[in-house]
């Protein structure tokens, strides 16, 4: 014909890293009065039939352009594939933070575009996660370096987090009293505070805070239950609690 007629095939067309290459080729009529102009969205040009696998640096999303010229009788036509070529890191991922207390949910996300049709996740501790977003929490202190691999339609993707994850470990909460009940009102009841790793304290009963001193004294004035909790905080800014005694003020009825 006299104008050319331009068919391109470019195949998978996404590259599932940071860089790479891919195949283009061209369907078009091969004659000898036929000449190709190619520009590649990537800053490179060719001239020829067929310009075969071409490299993508960075990650982006490419035109390519083609223009065919019938030298015969100088007709030429045009073809214009917007995001023919897309660079992407399928598998780069953001963290909901940087360091956390053990117990923590930690999440981690996908920020590619184009949805893995297979995850992995690596804690960095031996285990792992087939989900498309990560959510775990650690049981263990330490400092752990997060992999994400993603697959997607034969291309496999690798991350990992810039910095290691750092876990840190929980106060050890240990409190005892000097006595659980009595039936002279008021009466007080010493504590001893054998938490370690802990530098704050909250002291609370049946769930009200009464007092943030390391071991205090607590006056009970009238029956009931006490139930008595110590928070413990390091300087960390992690916090664990415990729960482990009841002060029970009694009457004693007459005969």
Known sequence: SEIPVINVDFGNAIICGVAGDIQITNRSPNLSNLQYEWDFG?????????????QYLGEGDYTVSVKAINNANNCSSSARYPEAVVVDNISKFDLNRQNGCVGDNIVGTSTSKIVGENHIWEFGNGKNQNTASMSYSYPDSGCYIVRHIVDYKGCRSISVSNNCLRIYPLPQVN??????RDCKYPFEVKTTNNSKGANDFEWQINGSTIGKDTAPNILIQQEGTYKIKLIATNSFGCRSSSETES????????Q
Do not use: E, W
């Open 42 to 54: 990537n800053g490179k040009t060719f001239t020829g039939y067929d310009p075969g696998r071409v």
């Open 247 to 254: 002060i029970q003020g009694y009457k004693v009825k007459a």
């Open 175 to 180: 409190y005892t009293v000097d006595k659980t």
